[in-house]
């Protein structure tokens, strides 16, 4: 009897290792060490096995606090392999955020260096519920058991059985990054995790062999999963924007590297740096960058490190489904980036294949069943609303916060309201407006953020501008915060000419000609996870208190 609906998202792991036994998997930068496919797969059986022992097993949530290293792919492919559910969260959140998540997730075990079993223990995390304790690099001084330990009594030999999970079974928590309001936890099946593998696979043409440089440790476990070697850069990945150039440039080039995942902040200043040096990556032909819309000239300045068979890519999707839609630098370079400029938005391409998006009315209200006459014609704003396999349908413990993302399809299935505006032009391209709880609602009009700041960002000297509404929704006053290139250094008759310069840039267009009001704030502030995510909400609060 076929097995189909048998889905683990480890199984990629071992047949890589069956097809390419000898290929690195990792190659670990910070300390040289680096495991093949083969060893990767028999070190995750191996955990696996010793989970068993400690009683890690199908089903249940296990909190995972391990920085990228060879330990973090063996674990998370264990636990991947034992049905046991790992509950990944960023620890760039903050302290806070993190009892706030451990509580929402409600983990039996936890797996963490010896520094974040210390902040387990003095600021209480997961207390209630945890029983299984297990030390990544340290000792039992820290609480729990040794992951060196785990391992030992087992023979080299051994092999494990996967549990046969299910495409439905659930197979982790991803936290998202909270940036508006708390972070929440997307539930992941092992359907959607294998959804998003192979949508990605498709999208940008993978082969096995090929060589990684992820900068975000999420995207990192899907370079095994798709048969590529991952590079682990020497960097603090919860700052992507303070990277030192030099340990991506030299590592991408001494390895011959072919894919590379990074944030928009760490592009920019990559970038900045490889253009100054005059350096090439020849080998680079495909660069993934998302988190926040990337800037024409941060992708001008990039691509020109590229070969020229070489594309940056910027797909658009989130912590609950992704990929949605994705476009590259030709395209924006070639035709969208001007009608940004212009205030159309920002284009993310056309959506993926076997993913169905629909453009909704914006609205804050929960929607009880999925109708198709809610989709707007093209053209139109509306919120962004998808359906199909990688995307997730509930978040952990937040009934509240799921009524209100989700809507049932009477079909089957659920669609996930982005909480992003948009539109869809008259080709089925998809166009990105800005958050919904962003736009800014004055008594003549509804303004959406990025065809505003489209505008205004074209100045020589602006480094980028987010437009913020002042007072109650429906009676707001918009106003723009500048951040010029080089931070603060202009005076005070500098700053008045460049006011004045902008209001006549704002004066161009009908959606901007409103905006009087203009602040100079010295840096922005951003979400931690790819430096790039503007703070509005803490930007309004700043400037309610200088108007």
Not at 1 to 21: C, D, F, G, T, Y
Not at 80 to 92: L, T, Y
Not at 344 to 370: F, Q, Y
Not at 457 to 471: C, D, M, S, W, Y
Request: with cysteine.
């Amino acid at each position: 009897m076929p097995h189909s609906h048998i889905v683990n998202i480890s199984r990629p792991l071992a047949e890589m290792a069956r097809l390419q036994p000898d290929t690195p998997a990792i190659i670990f930068l910070q300390d040289k060490r680096r495991l093949t496919f083969s060893e990767l797969d028999q070190e995750s059986d191996r955990i696996a096995v010793g989970f068993g022992r400690i009683g890690i097993s199908r089903g249940m949530r296990v909190a995972l606090l391990v920085p990228p290293s060879p330990e973090l792919f063996s674990v998370t492919f264990a636990l991947f392999k034992a049905g046991a559910v790992p509950v990944f969260i960023d620890p760039g959140i903050g302290a806070k955020k993190m009892k706030g998540c451990l509580a929402d997730a409600e983990p039996e075990a936890f797996i963490g260096i010896p520094k974040a079993h210390l902040a387990r223990r003095f600021l209480g995390w997961g207390r209630k519920s945890l029983r299984i304790l297990v030390t990544v690099g340290g000792g039992r001084i820290w609480g729990g058991i040794p992951l060196s330990q785990l391992c030992k009594p087992v023979g080299d030999d051994l092999s494990f059985t996967p549990v046969e999970t299910e495409r439905d079974d659930i197979a982790a928590i991803l936290f998202t990054s909270g940036s508006t309001g708390p972070p929440k936890g997307a539930i992941y099946t092992h359907g959607t995790f294998a959804a998003q593998v192979d949508a990605l696979r498709l999208l940008y043409d993978i082969r096995p062999g090929e060589i990684d440089l992820p900068t975000f440790p999420l995207f990192a476990l899907f370079a095994p999963a798709l048969g590529m070697t991952a590079l682990i850069p020497r960097m603090d990945f919860t700052r992507p924007g303070s990277v030192d150039p030099a340990t991506i440039l030299g590592p991408a080039a001494e390895y011959g590297v072919t894919t590379m995942f990074g944030s928009p902040a760490l592009l920019n200043k990559v970038g900045r740096q490889g253009a100054a040096q005059g350096r090439a990556l020849p080998h680079l032909k495909r660069v993934i960058s998302a988190g926040a819309p990337v800037s024409a000239a941060v992708l001008e300045r990039f691509a020109a490190l590229l070969p020229d068979d070489g594309e940056i890519f910027t797909p658009y999707g989130a912590t609950e489904a992704l990929p949605v839609c994705s476009i590259g630098s030709n395209e924006i370079l070639g035709e969208t980036a001007r009608m940004t400029d212009k205030g159309m938005g920002v284009c993310v391409g056309m959506p993926v294949e076997g993913l169905w998006l629909a453009i909704i009315p914006v609205s804050d209200d929960p929607i009880d069943l999925w109708d198709d006459g809610l989709a707007l014609p093209p053209l139109e704003v509306g919120e962004i609303t998808v359906l199909g396999p990688q995307v997730s349908r509930a978040y952990l413990n937040r009934p509240q916060e799921t009524k209100t993302a989700k809507i049932p399809d009477p079909d089957g299935g659920v669609w996930h309201r982005m909480g992003d505006v948009g539109y869809r032009d008259s080709s089925g391209r998809v166009w990105f407006c800005g958050r919904k709880s962003h736009r800014v609602v004055t008594p003549e009009e509804t303004l959406y953020t990025v065809p505003v700041e489209g505008v205004f960002n074209t100045h020589p000297e602006v480094f980028r501008t987010a437009l913020v509404g002042i007072g109650k929704k429906g009676a707001q006053q918009p106003l723009l915060c500048v951040e010029l290139e080089g931070g603060k250094g202009k005076g005070k008759g500098e700053r008045k000419r460049i006011r004045r310069e902008l209001l006549e840039l704002g004066s161009c267009y009908p959606h901007t000609a409103g905006i009087r009001e203009i602040l100079f704030h010295p840096a922005f502030p951003v979400d931690i996870r790819h430096n790039a995510k503007i703070f509005r909400e803490k930007l309004a609060v700043w400037a309610s208190g200088r108007v």
